[in-house]
T-cell receptor
């Protein structure tokens, strides 16, 4: 069974400071990893994904994430946080069907990011 | 990224009535569509997966006769909550994914259902 852990319910950071939202995963075969952001009463917006290739993935709004196979992690980062980045962030994993993974995305429990002035 | 729309964005209905929620992929063909339910301050719970032209596959614990899913075309899926009750009140989110195995899943904006 595949799973995702987001160990922090909330992350607080000052505007202009770097931010990190943590994510670790467990999946059969090669992982497909995703980050989504959710604003209040809205659906999920896609930020970035890792399928293969460079471990550092760049996405929307200046976000990036680093895939670390040995630590089974896919932490989301941004060099300089903005107040408008305040939202709920979800990490998700799906297995590679060709290597025994499933068809479904499994989500973490979400991390509330709060960026303050 | 690709766009998925949902209609209505919110609905209030009386207990015992049925409600239909539409999910459309606007600029891509969604071979597979997913329906999720989200409770306040919680993660998304997958309800069912549907492939175009096939019957939906429901997750354990989800009543297929209560949550009817139709995926009639590559751009439209519908979720009908039959004989709704207050405990069905929730935020329902759909998503679509294209044919490729590495394709991203794109989400709709969600539908807030309140059953009185």
């Amino acid at each position: 069974a595949q799973s995702v852990a987001q160990p922090e319910d909330q992350v607080n950071v000052a505007e202009g400071n770097p931010l990190t939202v943590k994510c670790t995963y467990s999946v059969s075969g090669n992982p497909y990893l995703f980050w989504y952001v959710q604003y209040p009463n809205r659906g999920l917006q896609f930020l970035l994904k890792y399928i293969t290739g460079d471990n550092l993935v760049k996405g929307s709004y200046g976000f990036e994430a680093e895939f670390n196979k040995s630590q089974t992690s896919f932490h989301l980062k941004k060099p300089s946080a903005l107040v408008s980045d305040s939202a709920l962030y979800f990490c998700a994993v799906r297995g590679d069907i060709l290597t025994g993974g499933g068809n479904k995305l499994t989500f973490g429990t979400g991390t509330q990011l709060k960026v303050e002035l | 990224g690709a766009v998925v729309s949902q209609h209505p964005s919110w609905v209030i209905c009386k207990s015992g009535t049925s409600v239909k929620i539409e999910c459309r992929s606007l600029d891509f063909q969604a071979t597979t569509m997913f329906w999720y339910r989200q409770f306040p301050k919680q993660s998304l719970m997958l309800m069912a997966t549907s492939n175009e032209g096939s019957k939906a596959t429901y997750e354990q614990g989800v009543e297929k006769d209560k949550f009817l899913i139709n995926h009639a075309s590559l751009t439209l899926s519908t979720l009908t909550v039959t004989s709704a009750h207050p405990e069905d009140s929730s935020f329902y989110i759909c998503s679509g994914r294209g044919r490729g195995s590495t394709d991203t899943q794109y989400f709709g904006p969600g539908t807030r259902l309140t059953v009185l």
